[in-house]
């Protein structure tokens, strides 16, 4: 697995993109919904909302149950029929409740909008970083 941060959560051509990128400076772009991107965007930022949005509100559950978020994997990627138009990728959350560890199916947007808020890891399965990844201009 490849350690990521958020470089950058963009617009292209009306759709949203966050960019994941590792400590050589490449960058994976995943395609992310509008909601989403704000949810990320604001946390990036550190804008609070009057109230709280989807992924404080599960946090807020997280923590009233004793769950923590360890880190979030982008564990998965499954190429649409036309290679050209990209795919769906899969994440999990790697969760902790005590000695307990917990494993939960995610959208990748809302495992990174839940590692931003919390400050946990980002970790991307590295064939698919190799694969997806863009350089850096040298």
């Not at 946090?59 to 994997?73: D, H, P, Q, Y």
């Not at 790697?94 to 839940?114: H, K, M, N, Q, T």
């Not at 919390?118 to 991307?124: E, F, L, N």
Request: proline letters at 6%; hydrophobic letters at 45%.
């Amino acid at each position: 697995m490849i350690r990521c941060v958020v470089e950058s959560v963009r617009l292209y051509e009306e759709k949203h993109f966050v960019n994941l990128m590792d400590d050589s400076g490449a960058a994976l772009p995943i395609w992310i919904g509008p909601d989403t991107a704000a949810a990320i965007q604001s946390a990036v930022s550190g804008t609070r909302n009057e109230r709280p949005l989807t992924h404080d509100l599960l946090l807020s559950t997280f923590e009233k149950l004793g769950v923590r978020v360890a880190r979030v994997g982008i564990t998965g990627f499954v190429p649409f029929a036309d290679p050209s138009h990209g795919g769906v990728f899969y994440a999990t959350l790697y969760l902790e409740r005590g000695s307990e560890r917990i494993e939960v199916d995610s959208r990748p947007s809302d495992a990174i909008a839940l590692a931003v808020r919390t400050g946990a890891p980002i970790d991307v399965d590295d064939a698919i970083f190799a694969k997806g990844s863009v350089k850096p201009a040298r």
